[in-house]
């Protein structure tokens, strides 16, 4: 399954791999606590339990993955590419073709967090 979430914030993508960085993960998002972890792997506890993510710089962004997650949870943040090229997009996605409407709404809720939080970051 896929998800995207647009983010009113224009921004470049040398300034996303700048600024969001995985000490800033709290900063950004409150529901996820660092709990271990250096620049690029990180043990974290968030709504779903306590999972280890990478941090990756792609094209147009970044991308976490949560390593140890059975549904293989990934999500990018990037800025100059379709669906929206002059925001940034969150796209995330699941290694399944249909969950719980409960697991849909975490995801949802997750995303909205992230826009939220986004959004409050690249004011400051």
């Known amino acids: 399954m896929e998800f995207f979430k647009i983010v009113n914030i224009q921004t470049s993508e040398s300034v996303i791999k700048e600024r969001i960085q995985n000490s800033y993960l709290s900063d950004i998002y409150p529901d996820i606590v660092i709990l271990d972890g250096a620049e690029e792997v990180v043990q974290i506890g968030c709504i779903w339990g306590e999972f280890t993510i990478r941090r990756d710089e792609i094209k147009g962004g970044i991308r976490y993955s949560m390593l140890d997650c059975p549904n293989a949870l990934a999500w990018t943040i990037t800025t100059g590419y379709p669906p929206a090229r002059d925001k ?12 719980q409407q409960q697991f849909i709404d975490e995801i949802n809720e997750f995303l909205d967090g992230w826009e939220e939080g986004l959004l409050d970051f690249f004011k400051g």
């Open 88 to 99: 940034i997009v969150i796209h995330l996605t699941i290694n399944r073709q249909r969950k």
